[in-house]
Structures are given as structure tokens and as C-alpha cells.
């Protein structure tokens, strides 16, 4: 499931707890292209907190693409036919 959201993209595996440079990732949003899964895997991927079909939960994630301006999202996402964007601060 693709969509445009505002996230704090990953550092690293370790997380903020134990790595400093995912403490200082943690601070960041950026805009950005994901793909959430709504299936679990045996790979490392970040957790978002959201409701899909109706079901609210935790799903994981990937990053595809990053973007510096809600414009360039928004050509992208039309360019790519995705639907769900949601430029919001509140993630």
C-alpha cells in the first residue's frame, strides 16, 4: 500500500534509545513516499501508527522516495497514481 506521508526517516536499526544518530533522525520530518505493509516480516522495518481498512494498529514500513517540497510530493504521487497523501505535521 503506497502513500505520501510526513515521517522521521530511520537511522539505523538500533532506534533512538541506543543510537545517537537515530535520537537526532528522530527530530527530522521529511516528506516521503512509503510503502506500508500490512502483513509482518522477518525484516527490519519502522513502525507506523495508523488505520488501515478500518483496523488501527502498528504496520510496518519503507521509505521509497523523499521529498523536499509538498509540490514535488504531490507531482509525484500524481505521476505514480498515489491517492493517499497526507501532508500533515502530526506524525
Known amino acids: 500500500m ?3 506521508r510526513v515521517v522521521s526517516p530511520p537511522h539505523c536499526k538500533k532506534g533512538p ?4 544518530g537515530c ?9 516521503c513516499h512509503i510503502h506500508v505493509y500490512t502483513t509482518e516480516s522477518e525484516e527490519f522495518r519502522p513502525l507506523i501508527q495508523m488505520e488501515i481498512r478500518g483496523i488501527p494498529g502498528f504496520y510496518e514500513y519503507e521509505i521509497i522516495e523523499v521529498f523536499e517540497s509538498p509540490n514535488e510530493a504531490i ?5 505514480n497514481s498515489i491517492d493517499d497523501i497526507d501532508l500533515s505535521m502530526g506524525r
Open 17 to 20: 534509545a541506543r543510537c545517537s
Open 2 to 4: 503506497d502513500m505520501i
Open 23 to 31: 535520537r537526532e533522525a528522530a527530530q527530522t520530518k521529511k516528506i
Open 75 to 79: 507531482e509525484y504521487a500524481r505521476e
